[in-house]
């Protein structure tokens, strides 16, 4: 695409031939993204997308979201939506590098990527279904049906319906016998279970388009999906073996979120205009084990524990002051936390443009608005505590159904944004274009916050009570300059600008160096490109050297020598130097070579103070990020037998080392993954056999650095699968 900036594009077919279903898979096929794939159990928890090294992650278990905003805006088509979307029924896949603050706003400082879903056909049915199996030597049978459909009502009217049911079978092993704490001494069973990490996702997307008139089109589009998983998706290969683990508590999540957008395309004259709405509500409950978070901090020791008091939490303190002996009177120590969240979500725009490619003017002016409320709640359930903590008499509000409670936090975070914003390309000769954009906003931040132990809350109950907002305004500015060469290569410079706007934390008395508000933060990206396609499409070459200026760093932080909970700050100016290409090369034997890699530099420009203490100095690797990415896809159509179409893929990525925490880091070994697959098809059927993880690597995704003894979370085992398609 001739664009002043880097983008790459996947197709539908692309998509579903190699199998790919969640963004962890997607964007290993892309140079210069990434993401922490933690699994299903928090794929819709917290957008961990990062283009160019724009990591805003922690190094927490990311068990609940963070209110920092994210670096990576995500579309669904036309609608900003972050959750776990299954890539089902898709015409395309855009990734959008570098700062596109001024289209797509605050969440686009680091770019977008954009889901492109298939549309309802005029005049056209068309109708299919897909089956997919598959397992391996260390993971559980996976199965998946997928069917849509496409009716034209009437001249002007068409609908489309998809839905789908995955379900993928588990790889982690739970490792039975008991568990001792070594504060009480109070053993515990533990679960055993064979590949208990299972997780199913169904759901579905409904859409209805109307052709109004020769000026005006309308889709009306509903999609729900719920996804339910059961265990974790991380082990302790050193502790007790390759991909094994060990739970007190049956871990489960269970997500739901529907979606409801009205889109109207239209124009007038010589002016184009577009809307859309969309409403969007989330309900999540999860279910943790939290008992290495008991023993870290040794809560049922007899002693002083790790909060620095003297505890008498599961065993009864009457008995050790008059008998001298704890022996039947301690209680269970096993806690689990339990985490549900209710969001709604509503955002509008509005925008008109006018002009082509060729024209001495294009421009295009919009309005946004976005509303977001999200009130949810976090528990440590402990109900082995003694009673006298919960009922009043030492501690606690006395009130039923408040017993057994260890912390809580009950909030509600409201976030409304207003932006107009404008682009101008203006035609400097037949060869050269200049671009120029302005994203004017207003945000507010309105943070309900309260938490406290034994079922209270505020200061009386070692916690925190307050109602705080924060307002921001500002603007983001772009300018770049293209020129078409004579071999009609293009050449371009980008300044471009990205922000995120100011925020608040939630506190407690045990998060002392957790500032109760953030900054905003600024991101300034310099780009040179070059984007070439040779006469007959054989040879693309697109290539972009930049440097990103990142003022006043806004991230999340976990350090567990700092707060018990994680929280964000603003730990000052960093530096992102980096360099990406991709290739693409179709040869005269049919072979397809596409060869795409990015070397970066991430680093803080300055110390990181908190507290007037040093945490990290000027010249860190940001965190989760690799300097060196590489992939390769080998890709070839051949005639099968009985002519039959048939097709074949390899591809493979590489990521190298990272850094999990800009604060007290773990190093994460570089890894490669390769999936191979191919396919036999006629007109209206197709038969895919294809291996996923070729040479059933285990990587280390990202390893956490907390309270847990080890805890890393890898990718599936290799899988051999088949996958039928039928189209009518």
């Excluded at 999906?225 to 390759?242: A, F, I, R």
Aim: net charge negative; hydrophobic share 30%; charged share 25%.
């Amino acid at each position: 695409l001739d664009v002043p900036y880097n983008i790459s594009t996947l197709s539908g077919d692309e998509i579903t031939n190699r199998g790919i279903l969640d963004n962890g898979e997607l964007l290993r096929n892309f140079v210069g993204i990434s993401t922490i794939d933690r699994g299903y159990r928090n794929a819709g928890t917290t957008n961990n997308i990062r283009i160019r090294g724009l990591n805003v992650d922690s190094s927490a278990l990311q068990d609940y979201p963070v209110s920092a905003v994210a670096s990576v805006s995500t579309y669904v088509d036309k609608t900003p939506i972050f959750a776990n979307f299954l890539l089902r029924d898709l015409k395309r896949v855009e990734v959008l590098r570098g700062p596109q603050g001024t289209l797509y706003g605050s969440s686009a400082q680091g770019g977008t990527v954009k889901l492109i879903t298939n549309k309802p056909q005029r005049d056209e049915f068309e109708a299919g279904a897909e089956l997919d199996f598959s397992s391996g030597q260390s993971v559980d049978t996976s199965e998946s049906l997928e069917a849509f459909i496409n009716i034209p009502l009437s001249e002007n009217m068409s609908a489309r319906l998809s839905a789908y049911d995955v379900t993928e079978g588990g790889f982690i092993d739970l490792v039975g016998g008991t568990k001792t704490f070594t504060g009480s001494g109070y053993t515990v069973p533990l679960i055993e279970a064979e590949d208990h990490n299972e997780s199913e996702v169904r759901g579905f997307r409904a859409s209805l388009r109307a052709w109004v008139n020769d000026n005006l089109t309308a889709t009306l589009t509903h999609i729900n999906q719920e996804s339910y998983t059961v265990g974790s998706w991380d082990h302790q290969p050193e502790t007790l073996g390759k991909l094994k683990s060990n739970k007190v508590i049956a871990e489960f999540t269970d997500d739901e979120w529907n979606q409801t957008s009205l889109t109207l395309e239209g124009n007038f004259n010589d002016t184009s205009f577009t809307y859309a709405g969309t409403f969007f509500d989330r309900d999540v409950r999860y279910l943790w084990d939290y008992n290495d978070y008991v023993e870290y901090y040794q809560l049922d020791s007899t002693g002083v524990n790790g909060f620095g008091y003297a505890s008498y939490y599961t065993c009864d303190y009457y008995s050790y002051y008059y008998y001298g002996t704890f022996e039947g009177a301690c209680n269970d120590p096993t806690m689990w936390a339990d985490y549900s969240l209710n969001m709604e979500r509503e955002t509008h725009e509005l925008r008109f443009a006018s002009g082509e490619d060729g024209d001495q003017l294009q421009w295009l002016i919009g309005v946004f608005y976005d509303k977001l409320e999200n009130p949810y709640k976090y528990t440590y359930l402990w109900p082995g505590m003694q009673s006298y903590y919960s009922d009043g008499s030492w501690g606690g509000t006395g009130v039923s159904g408040r017993e057994g409670i260890w912390w809580e936090a009950d909030n509600i975070r409201e976030d409304e944004t207003k932006a107009i914003y404008g682009e101008a390309i203006i035609a400097l000769d037949e060869n050269t274009n200049l671009t120029l954009g302005l994203r004017a906003f207003d945000s507010e931040i309105l943070f309900n916050a309260k938490d406290g132990y034994f079922g209270g809350f505020g200061l009386d109950y070692y916690g925190h009570a307050a109602n705080r907002t924060e307002e921001d305004s500002g603007i983001s500015p772009k300018i770049a300059i293209s020129r078409t060469l004579e071999n009609d290569a293009l050449v371009y410079f980008n300044y471009s600008q990205g922000y995120r706007p100011a925020g608040t934390n939630r506190t407690n008395k045990n998060s002392d160096a957790a500032p109760l508000y953030y900054d905003s933060d600024e991101l300034n990206n310099y780009e040179i490109g070059l984007k070439y396609t040779n006469s007959d499409a054989t040879l693309r070459f697109n290539t972009a050297l930049y440097l990103m200026d990142w003022k006043d760093m806004q991230t999340a932080v976990y350090d567990r020598n700092l707060a018990t909970i994680q929280f964000n700050t603003n730990i000052g100016d960093a530096e992102i130097t980096g360099l990406e290409f991709d290739l693409s090369y179709l040869a005269k034997n049919g072979f397809n070579f596409i060869l795409g890699g990015s070397v970066i530099d991430p680093k803080l420009k300055e110390d990181f103070v908190l507290s007037g203490v040093v945490q990290a100095t000027s010249g860190t690797q940001l965190a989760n990020v690799a300097k060196r990415k590489l992939s390769l896809s080998i890709n070839r159509e051949f005639t099968a037998f009985n002519g039959l179409d048939g097709y074949f893929d390899l591809n493979v990525s590489r990521t190298g080392e990272r850094k999990s925490s800009v604060t007290n880091p773990v190093d994460q070994p570089r890894y490669t993954l390769a999936n191979l697959s191919t396919s036999i098809s006629s007109d209206n059927w197709e038969g895919v056999f294809y291996i996923d993880n070729l040479t059933d690597q285990q990587a280390v995704i990202w390893e956490y650095q907390g309270y847990r003894p080890e805890t890393k979370f890898t990718n599936r085992p290799r899988e051999t699968g088949i996958r039928l398609k039928y189209k009518l």
